[in-house]
């Protein structure tokens, strides 16, 4: 059933998802659905321990169950030379445990057997004997001088990544000796995992006889995800196809390369078979990249009527036991130095300190540009900060320290050139749509009889579409992205990505995209990602970048399809070229709009009836290379309830305003705006992992990780701004990860304005209603 | 273990082990793999199904447990070519992203209406509340129920209104 997808120029509609009719009917192609002849399971024997000594691994009980085929250790893997695998962030990191183990649940030792249930019988009955060692789990502990150095692989010995700054710091020094006013506070962003409902999973598919692997992955990212297995195993990258099928949800988290995978390809190239291995939740939390984990201080100098004039911060990052982040490679605390936001200082330092840690490796970037959610978070929280400092409405300080509309291009004290905004307008709007003069009268009200009411803001700038590749590659390989379209004798269309959608309805917005620049509907083009046999070469999603990157080269691979349609067009109407025009939907004859050819016609004329010497079809390839980045912004705004007898925090309203440019498909972003809220409210309310003194992970199951439910999530409210970005080819920024990167700092705000009153400065995420509770108690609001 | 089950109206016969979970003997054996798998601690309801009408976790439910019963699956949902009004609200409504829980929240939701077929916004809150969505921040899966609710119950009123709800677009 087609519905809607008939219209020409579907740019800017909201055309339904062309994606839909397949989940709908539970017919979804997620990479365990996929079963394959002779194919065997994995499932893999992980460290109870967060930091100890292997002594010995005895698999001969586990080879005795009915149906096990092999059992690999990082003995083995060692042999071979995949013990350690290098990671993103320039690092290296164990496959399976080789000497010792780092973390909990770290992967020891992986079994494969004839069924599911066999291979995790197995598992359990590998017997490992440990001595413990010594446990670091806190980073501020870890850096100093006597602490146990965990990473004994390494030359440095210490406990000390990598230093990272951007900034002037002497500049910012001299401004902040004569600051009339200087405001500073810590601020935690806690360790958090982007949990898809989906856990991550592959299918390893080795031919001996014809030399090729096909791997079977869940995957954001298939085509680097080719490239780091060809240089890890020596196998022939041509020989390795790649494929992500449907995808639940990603969020960062399928961004790396993880020990699993690696056990999986290493057991289908011995045996010749399939093998799949699909992780549980618990393994998905406890042991694949979690996000943030930054301890963050932030100072603002300012003068006395609140204009801002430099920024200075210093974070200590915990990275676990290796550094896996996935950053691109010459930026190791990601985009962090966004940090300035959207206000005017004259000067900013920041400094980023890596350090190892008993926990599991990661550090990606969770519904986020690189370190982004981090940095907007900071600053809107320490305006807010300030604003209390000078008795100011917090709107009016941001009033007074936003850049300009006439600054842009702005260029950052951080290095950054922001392309375009509109700070003003869109907060304007948002403080008018939620009525925010009423609500501070209603707050006031409340107060006076005892009411516990809050009003939070973030008025947030995100960087995102990595990106332009003079600046950003990922192991070396530049971070461009493409797209190529074939158009076919019936005007069909079949255009690939280098991208790989996990929910994003890349199917229907880039055939948006491709329709609108041939003068066709989206029912004609078909949109296929996730292949890497087929699609050409890309970086993948994540960071936002698909629109930004794959989006600018679908439209700029469309234009380069139109140049050739162009001259077949003034064949069709025997004409010359220069009297050719395009209208929108077809070619025309310059001044006689009714002698036209559409699309579809020159499309046909491209295998039947060319122009002398022309060669035939009608295909092209763009590999788009970014000018730069672009920064999409936003004005939200929570207004929140506390229960003083349980300290339970009610969100009543949520605005949310954003300007993510053109808007290509407004029901898609709206999707996304409500889904990245409500990850953004998850961070400041529910989610965390904290480990015990030993390592231990407390909330390694959904059980302690709390993720919401559509009872505990808020109901959203929309709008937004168009400031559209002047370099991208549609004039489009990117808007998946805005909400989640916006809104943490919205709440956080509103809890702290309504418990202002009891000189309450900062509350560290996830407020969860007992840290409320406590702090009522304490000021004898409740007992 | 033999075991004889009526799935979206066919009956099967198999052979199974008795530790075999119901949604791995749908997805495994019967190649049904609408319901999925997203967590091990009955948290996510991914793998929710009927079982005699009931919504139930597959993943909590042994496939012995359900010798003898009729369990309905997302693909079962649409009758003669048609999708059910559940499936319709679903896309109409943009109440799915990557799809993962899509079949789960359909499932949960068949039942709701059954039990309650104009339910207000609290109430399908409520009534989803055991199934997890990473993506849609659940204000068009709200939305899609509400409407499917109305579209069912307009139906039941007039057996042979067959009014669509064909999304209307822009």
Redesign the interface.
């Known amino acids: 059933?087609a519905?809607?997808q008939c219209e020409l120029r579907p740019m800017g509609?909201?055309?339904?998802?062309k994606?839909?009719?397949?989940?709908?009917?539970?017919?979804?192609?997620?990479v365990?659905?996929i079963?394959l002849p002779n194919m065997l399971h994995m499932s893999i024997v992980r460290s109870p321990y967060a930091h100890a000594r292997i002594k010995s691994i005895n698999t001969d009980a586990a080879y005795q169950v009915p149906g096990v085929k092999l059992i690999i250790t990082g003995e083995d893997l060692a042999k071979l030379k995949l013990a350690w695998i290098p990671t993103m962030a320039g690092d290296v990191q164990m496959v399976l445990a080789v000497g010792k183990v780092l973390y909990q649940y770290q992967e020891v030792a992986a079994v494969v057997a004839e069924t599911?249930?066999a291979a995790v019988d197995a598992a359990q009955l590998v017997e490992v004997e440990y001595e413990a060692l010594p446990v670091v789990v806190d980073p501020f502990r870890a850096i100093q001088p006597d602490a146990p150095v965990l990473r004994d692989d390494r030359e440095k010995k210490s406990n000390h990544i990598w230093h990272w700054e951007a900034g002037d710091r002497e500049k910012t020094e001299e401004i902040f000796k004569d600051a009339p006013v200087v405001v500073s506070q810590d601020v935690r962003f806690q360790r958090v995992h982007p949990?898809?409902?989906?856990?991550c999973g592959c299918i390893a598919d080795y031919n001996k006889g014809t030399g090729k692997l096909t791997w079977y992955v869940t995957s954001q990212a298939p085509h680097a995800h080719r490239t780091v297995l060809a240089m890890v195993s020596g196998l022939p990258e041509h020989k390795i196809h790649v494929i992500s099928p449907?995808?639940?949800?990603g969020?960062g988290n399928k961004v790396p390369v993880y020990p699993g995978y690696v056990c999986a390809i290493v057991a289908s190239l011995q045996l010749g078979q399939p093998v799949k291995w699909?992780e549980?939740?618990?393994e998905n939390i406890a042991s694949t990249g979690f996000a943030r984990d930054y301890h963050m201080k932030a100072e603002i100098a300012a003068d006395e009527n609140g204009k801002v004039l430099a920024l200075r911060v210093k974070t200590l990052a915990d990275h676990g036991a290796f550094d896996a982040a996935a950053d691109p490679t010459k930026f190791p605390a990601g985009l962090f130095s966004i940090v300035t936001g959207s206000y005017d200082f004259q000067q900013a330092f920041v400094e980023v300190d890596g350090v190892y840690t008993n926990k599991a490796p990661g550090g990606v970037a969770y519904r986020c540009s690189f370190r982004v959610t981090e940095a907007a978070y900071l600053i809107e929280r320490t305006m807010d900060v300030l604003a209390r400092k000078l008795n100011m409405d917090p709107a009016d300080l941001r009033l007074r320290n936003f850049i300009k509309k006439e600054q842009f291009p702005y260029q950052s004290p951080t290095g950054w050139t922001y392309d375009s905004g509109d700070y003003e307008q869109t907060f304007k709007l948002a403080l008018e749509k939620i009525g925010y003069q009423e609500l501070r009268k209603e707050q006031a009200e409340k107060r006076a009889r005892g009411e516990l009411m809050g009003i939070g803001i973030s008025t947030f700038t995100e960087v995102v579409g990595a990106g332009p590749s003079h600046s950003f590659d990922i192991m070396g390989i530049k971070m461009f992205d493409s797209a190529e379209i074939r158009v076919h004798p019936t005007g069909k269309v079949i255009a690939r990505l280098g991208v790989r959608h996990?929910?994003?309805?890349h199917e229907t917005t880039f055939a948006q995209i491709i329709a609108e620049e041939l003068g066709l509907t989206t029912d004609d083009v078909l949109v296929e990602e996730g292949d890497t046999d087929t699609a050409p070469y890309g970086l993948g999603t994540y960071a936002s970048r698909s629109t930004p990157t794959a989006g600018g080269a679908a439209a700029l691979c469309a234009r380069r399809i139109r140049e050739k349609a162009k001259k077949i067009a003034a064949h069709l109407l025997e004409v010359g070229e220069e009297d050719v025009a395009w209208n929108g939907e077809a070619f025309q004859v310059k001044g006689l709009p009714s002698r036209k050819v559409t699309m579809g016609e020159v499309a046909l004329a491209a295998y039947t009836n060319l122009p002398e010497g022309m060669e035939p079809g009608l295909e092209a390839t763009y590999y788009y290379d970014p000018p730069n980045l672009t920064f999409p912004h936003g004005a939200y705004i929570a207004v929140v309830d506390i229960d003083k007898g349980t300290g339970a925090v009610k969100v009543r309203r949520f605005l949310a305003v954003d300007d993510c440019g053109n808007v290509i498909n407004p029901?898609?972003v709206?999707?996304?705006v409500?889904?990245?809220?409500?990850?953004g409210f998850a961070i400041a309310f529910m989610q965390d992992i904290p480990f015990d003194e030993d390592g231990n992970c407390l909330a390694p199951?959904?059980?302690d990780y709390l993720?919401?439910?559509?009872?505990d999530?808020p109901?959203?409210e929309t709008d937004r701004t168009v400031t559209p970005s002047p370099h991208h080819p549609i004039g489009a920024k990117g808007v998946g990860e805005s909400p989640n990167v916006g809104s943490p700092a919205a709440f956080v705000n509103a809890v702290v304005d309504a418990l202002a009153p009891f000189g309450v400065e900062h509350i560290d995420m996830p407020i969860f209603p007992w840290k409320v509770w406590e702090i009522l108690r304490k000021s004898g609001v409740t007992e | 273990m033999q075991i004889r089950v009526t799935v979206n109206g066919r009956v099967y016969e198999s052979d199974v082990?008795p530790?075999t979970l119901l949604v791995?003997y749908l997805?495994?054996h019967l190649?049904?793999?609408?319901?999925?798998?997203?967590?091990?601690?009955t948290?996510?309801g991914?793998c929710t199904v009927l079982l005699n009408g009931k919504a139930v976790k597959s993943c909590t439910v042994l496939a012995v447990q359900a010798n003898g019963q009729e369990i309905l699956?997302?693909?079962g949902?649409?009758r003669d070519g048609e999708?059910h009004p559940l499936?319709k609200a679903?896309?109409?409504e943009?109440a799915?992203?990557?799809?993962?829980?899509?079949?789960g929240m359909?499932m949960t939701a068949c039942e709701l209406l059954e039990r309650n077929p104009l339910p207000t916004?609290e109430e399908?809150?409520?009534g989803?509340?055991?199934?997890?969505?990473?993506?849609?921040?659940?204000?068009?899966?709200?939305k899609a129920i509400q409407s499917a609710g109305r579209v069912l119950a307009a139906q039941k009123m007039d057996p042979h209104n067959q009014s669509e709800v064909?999304?209307s677009?822009?």
């Open positions: 059933m519905i809607n509609k909201s055309i339904h998802r994606e839909d009719p397949r989940f709908i009917r539970g017919q979804g192609r997620y365990d659905d079963v599911r249930a949990s898809p409902l989906e856990p449907d995808v639940g949800g969020f699909i549980t939740r618990t996990q929910g994003q309805g029901m898609i709206e999707g996304q409500h889904g990245g809220l409500t990850e199951n959904w059980m993720v919401p439910t559509a009872l999530s109901h959203w | 082990e530790r791995y997805r495994e190649r049904l793999t609408g319901a999925h798998v997203g967590c091990d601690t948290t996510c991914a699956t997302v693909e949902l649409e999708l499936q679903f896309w109409e943009h799915l992203q990557c799809g993962y829980c899509t079949p359909i916004e399908v809150r409520k989803i509340s055991g199934n997890v969505c990473r993506c849609t921040g659940y204000v068009n899966i709200v064909v999304p677009g822009n």
